[in-house]
């Protein structure tokens, strides 16, 4: 596993080398690219007779459990190093958008793309049950906060349009894994199928994670603010992630909430009270870092991916009917929420093209499809969430800019 790892973050170091020298595109873009191209060379090596060398590659990269990796590692410390940097008080002005976009609009959202999937998987010959179709819904309809964090901050939007992109992505990563983990256990069978229970299952994994972010901030805040030795705060932030993350996992409540709540307590009630200038310089350079470079791993990680997946000629159409599809419903699950709060307050004009827009989804959605067992569903579900990641990431990340700049929004005020 070492070695497997010295390896990635080798690849890693030598792409966002290339990327920086050459391409100079976003750099968690700019390596995915890298290491797509990469993938797509070794597959072409293999068809023409040089098997060994990608069969290899094949099994390296099989070897390397995402899956685990991204919602057991990475995501916890992407989690909290993103919130760590969010205002608490323009997300609390916008909480009533974010709330209801990261719950509400992912609901909306797993429906339709459910209804759709089974509708278009009918029409190119591909039967899945319904309650796996709407399991595809769950695990694509969340946008990735990695991937969203990362692209905003070259989209020079708006501020307030910027922060409920930003705190929707936070929130509605957690509440799509908890959806994700209730319909697949009704799938599979190992949930009742009682609407209350799933209900307060939902509500103990998403209640559960945001308490205990909450309680373990508050006593990371405690500690921090008894001492002032940024080496020794810097690893109590550590702790607190990692620590936190494999405490959620054994109370199952949802992780990804917790460590959003937690950054959140941290990167604001910490900052003002419990932290030096000194302190707060390092803290902050230590998790841009952490940030940066697992950013970076996982985006090469997405692109080697490619490696280990089987593509056939339906599920390939298949999946390129779904890449509209998921936009569509991405725009109704915004459109209607912010059409019934336009009510009580106004939003930022084609507000909604934005977030439809800014809707990336990531290696979370990866990681997810990878988790499925092993059917026919997930064989049908993997390839489609790679090619609408891989859309998501390269057509919308690389494009969100330019299509703020159109609507007229990349140096609007406030709103």
């Known amino acids: 596993m070492l070695d497997i ?4 973050i080798t690849l890693t170091a030598l792409f966002a080398w290339l990327n920086h020298k050459l391409i100079r595109l976003p750099s968690t873009i700019g390596v995915m690219a890298i290491a797509l191209v990469l993938s797509l060379g070794l597959v ?10 990608a069969v290899q590659a094949e ?4 070897s390397v459990d995402f899956t685990t990796v991204l919602m057991q590692g990475m995501l916890s410390l992407l989690l909290f190093a993103g919130a760590l940097h969010v205002d608490l ?23 339709l793309v459910g209804l759709a999937a089974w509708v278009v998987l009918e029409l190119v010959g591909l039967r899945v049950r319904l309650v796996d179709c709407f399991v595809f819904g769950a695990l694509i309809s969340p946008t990735d906060p990695i991937a969203v964090m990362g692209i905003l901050k070259s989209a020079h939007a708006p501020k307030g349009l910027e922060i409920k992109i930003a705190g929707e ?10 959806l994700f983990a209730v319909l697949l256990g009704l799938a599979q069978g190992t949930r009742p199928m009682s609407p209350g229970r799933v209900v307060l299952l939902f ?7 945001v308490v205990l972010g909450l309680v373990l901030g508050y006593l990371t805040y405690l500690l921090l603010r008894s001492i002032d030795h940024y080496q020794v705060e810097i690893l109590l932030t550590l702790a607190l992630v990692l620590g936190g993350n494999a405490l959620a996992t054994r109370l199952h409540v949802s992780g990804p909430l917790a460590m959003v709540v937690a950054g959140l307590f941290i990167g604001n009630q910490g900052r003002l009270f419990a932290m030096s200038e000194t302190t707060e310089r390092h803290v902050d350079t230590f998790w841009e870092l952490i940030d940066e470079i697992l950013n970076a791993v996982l985006f090469v990680l997405i692109g080697l991916e490619v490696l280990t997946l ?11 009917l779904m ?32 977030l439809t827009w800014a809707g990336v989804r990531g290696g979370i959605s990866v990681a997810l499809a990878l988790s499925l067992p092993p059917g026919p569903a997930r064989q049908i579900f993997l390839p489609m969430t790679y090619v609408i990641v891989l859309f998501s990431i390269l057509v919308q990340g690389l494009s969100l800019g330019r299509v703020v700049k159109r609507a007229g929004l990349a140096s609007a005020p406030e709103g």
């Open 44 to 53: 072409l090596l293999g068809r023409l007779g040089f098997a060994g060398i």
């Open 5 to 8: 790892a010295a390896l990635l």
């Open 323 to 354: 890449i509209p599809v998921v936009l569509l419903a991405r725009f109704v699950a915004v459109g209607v929420p912010l059409r019934v709060l336009r009510r009580w307050r106004e939003y930022t004009p084609h507000a909604v093209k934005i």
């Open 169 to 178: 992505s936070l929130f509605n990563d957690g509440v799509g894994v908890v």
């Open 310 to 320: 089987t593509f056939r000629v339906e599920r390939l159409v298949a999946s390129l």
């Open 89 to 111: 008080g323009d997300l609390v002005s916008r909480r009533h958008a974010i709330w209801v976009l990261a719950t509400v609009g992912v609901l909306i959202s797993t429906v």
């Open 59 to 62: 099994r390296l990269v099989a």
């Open 203 to 209: 509500l103990e994994e998403a209640a559960g994670g």
